[in-house]
């Protein structure tokens, strides 16, 4: 159980243009969902915390225009890199955790490598 | 503010070792703490966590872990490697009352054969 997808898998997209990330909680319903970004070699960083039915929470330093979430039900999150430039190519995870408590453990999507020429 | 390191950024160890991976976390309270593995161009995957109680877990795929409060570590061990588990590692610290995670910078095994 506890299965987070992530659509699609990789995705090269031409300078200027938008990509659309989805991420989908196969089995349980999720009110938050958390969206990270990982450099390569590198950790992850949280971009921001998805929240069903309301806007999104941004870490310091994430472009709010630059990354659009839309999380407009319990299953499903988007992340939109609105006109996107090499610097944005990367990886992106997205996670979610079934149970409400926060002691319970989040589970990722297997990411998207998104490349921009 | 917290902070979670992991001294090694690479280890290699022979198929059939044994193997321990550092973990050193910075937070106040008592944390709660995972580990996570990540093979190339994968999403991660929960190893174990840690939340209360036995400051000894185990985990999936023979991996376990102790809780050191002492020491502010949470180390990973693996009684003897598999060349499948070669793979990145991260350890993370989750804060308490958020969902919010602060994951290390990892540490990347190779086996060899």
């Known amino acids: 159980g506890a299965v987070v997808s992530q659509h699609p898998s990789w995705v090269i997209c031409k300078s200027g243009t938008s990509v659309k990330i989805e991420c989908r909680s196969l089995?349980?319903?999720?009110?938050?969902m958390f969206w990270y970004r990982q450099f390569p070699k590198q950790s992850l960083m949280l971009m921001a915390t998805?929240?069903?039915?309301?806007?999104?929470?941004?870490e310091q330093g994430v472009e709010k225009d630059k990354f659009l979430i839309n999380h407009a039900s319990l299953t499903l999150s988007t992340l939109t890199v609105t006109s996107a430039h090499p610097e944005d190519s990367s990886f992106y995870i997205c996670?979610?955790?079934?149970?409400?408590?926060?002691?319970?453990?989040?589970?990722f999507g297997n990411g998207t490598r998104l490349t921009v020429t | 503010a917290q902070s979670v390191t992991q001294p090694d950024i690479h280890i290699t160890v022979s198929e059939g070792a044994s193997l321990e991976l550092r973990c050193n976390y910075s937070?106040?309270?008592?944390?709660?703490l995972f580990w996570y593995v990540q093979s190339p161009g994968q999403g991660l995957q929960l190893l174990l966590k840690?939340?209360?109680?036995?400051?000894l877990v185990q985990g999936i795929k023979g991996f376990e872990a102790e809780f050191k409060r002492s020491q502010s570590s949470f180390n990973l061990r693996k009684p003897s490697v598999h060349w499948s588990d070669a793979a990145e590692y991260f350890c993370?610290?989750?804060?308490?009352?958020?969902?919010?995670?602060?994951f290390g910078t990892g540490t990347r095994l190779k086996v060899l054969a």
């Open positions: 996670s979610a955790t079934p149970q409400s408590s926060y002691n319970s453990p989040l589970h």
């Open positions: 089995d349980f319903q999720a009110t938050t």
């Open positions: 998805s929240n069903e039915g309301s806007k999104a929470t941004y």
């Open positions: 937070y106040g309270a008592t944390p709660y």
């Open positions: 840690y939340f209360s109680g036995d400051t």
């Open positions: 993370a610290v989750g804060t308490s009352g958020t969902y919010k995670y602060i």
